[in-house]
């Protein structure tokens, strides 16, 4: 498999952070238009948060960013530095933050991990590994959490018409369907038959309408085998502190917007609860965004599911919720992306991308 590094760079262009930005401010300007609930009173409610909580906010995304660094150096054995780690992931995130949700960073992140001198095969195999635990996160977490929120997941928006709201439920339990199935498939492929998987594969490509894409079908599936062979025979100490790091970057993500929302507004445990749950049922509807990062999405998306908790404070924690949580990677990456270019492209350009810096 052969990298394109003009797409690639195509996609970690700095010049992107507009779009998503220009997106995200039409839809908070038309917020401010269109929602008589919206006006300049909104804003002063920044002046009534609790500073506490605030922090804790701040401190509980930090986190898991350190759990990003944290895991993404204990799925490559440990063949990353700290630091090399950190940018890792702040481009990652970057590329994530510049594409629409549905398509994502992976290609990006495969680029990147084999830049900084992981063998191919073992960078496609860390970026799926990482794809399938995050997926898993939902499909295994998902049902637990919604039976601890006792069916108060869909929020009642005086703004949805019922048949939206049956929509978006409808939206919901698809994507977690194809989620499951996904997910479900790419572990048995990987962990268990993978050249069963390029043999349907190939199968199911050699259908004539189907059969442009063949070639592409059987490159994926010999990149499905090399990468189960980098990663056959790990053992439950390499496997128990990269999925208890999983649960950790998920949680602390969303435990941030229970933080912000504290600030403004008491919670009860049980509200804490419902909070937490329609996170995860919003990140899944939101994946199927068409927007880089979920622009817009995101912002519509976040008053229908919690208005009913913040009430007037809805607009300026929509606004603080993506000032911590998304537009920092926008400038994060865009200072760090020339910086690692320079020390990858030309700092080390005596020496081979492809070596293995694991010694391997």
């Known amino acids: 498999m052969k990298l394109d590094n003009k797409k690639i760079f195509q996609t970690l262009n700095p ?3 507009w779009v998503p930005v220009i997106i995200g401010l039409a839809i908070v300007f038309g917020m401010f238009y269109f929602d008589p609930s ?4 909104s804003l002063s409610g920044i002046f009534d948060a609790s500073v506490p909580w605030i922090i804790l906010a701040i401190v509980v995304i930090l986190f898991r960013d350190l759990g990003y660094v944290y895991r993404i150096r204990e799925i ?5 530095t700290w630091q090399r780690s950190l940018y890792v992931i702040i481009l990652w995130e970057f590329a994530s933050a510049v594409t629409p949700s549905v398509v994502g960073g992976t290609a990006v992140a495969i680029f ?28 295994i977490g998902a049902p637990i959490i919604l039976f601890f929120a006792k069916g108060n997941i869909f929020p009642e928006s005086k703004v949805l018409e019922s048949q939206m709201q049956n929509s978006m439920e409808a939206i919901f339990w698809i994507s977690y369907t194809l989620y ?7 572990a048995a492929a990987l962990f268990f038959r993978p050249r069963v998987f390029k043999w349907v594969l190939i199968k199911i490509f050699s259908i004539k309408w189907l059969r442009k894409w ?5 490159e994926y599936g010999n990149q499905i085998i090399e990468a189960s062979k980098e990663l056959s025979g790990k053992k439950w100490n390499y496997w128990l502190p990269i999925i208890v790091a999983t649960i950790f970057i998920w949680s602390s993500r969303y435990l941030m917007l229970n933080a912000l929302i504290s600030a403004f507004v008491p919670l ?3 509200e804490h609860v419902i909070v937490f749950a329609r996170q995860v049922i919003m990140w899944i509807v939101m994946m199927i965004s068409p927007t880089p990062g979920s622009s817009g999405t995101a912002e519509f998306f976040f008053g229908q599911f919690f208005t009913e908790f913040l009430t007037s404070y809805t607009f300026i924690t929509s606004i603080l919720w993506r000032l911590l949580s998304y537009y920092p990677y926008l400038i994060l990456g865009a200072i760090f992306l020339p910086r690692w270019v320079k020390q990858v492209f030309f700092k080390k350009k005596t020496t081979n991308p492809e070596k293995d810096v694991s010694g391997n």
């Open 268 to 270: 009860a445990a049980h």
């Open 214 to 218: 063949k070639h592409d079908a059987q």
């Open 15 to 17: 010049n992107k952070i």
């Open 38 to 41: 919206v006006n300049k009173d």
């Open 76 to 80: 490559t054995d440990r063949s990353l």
């Open 180 to 186: 499951a199935a996904y997910s479900l498939v790419m």
């Open 112 to 139: 990147i991990l084999n830049k900084e001198g992981i063998k191919l095969g073992r960078a496609i195999a860390y970026v799926m590994v990482t794809a399938i635990l995050d997926n898993l996160f939902f499909v």
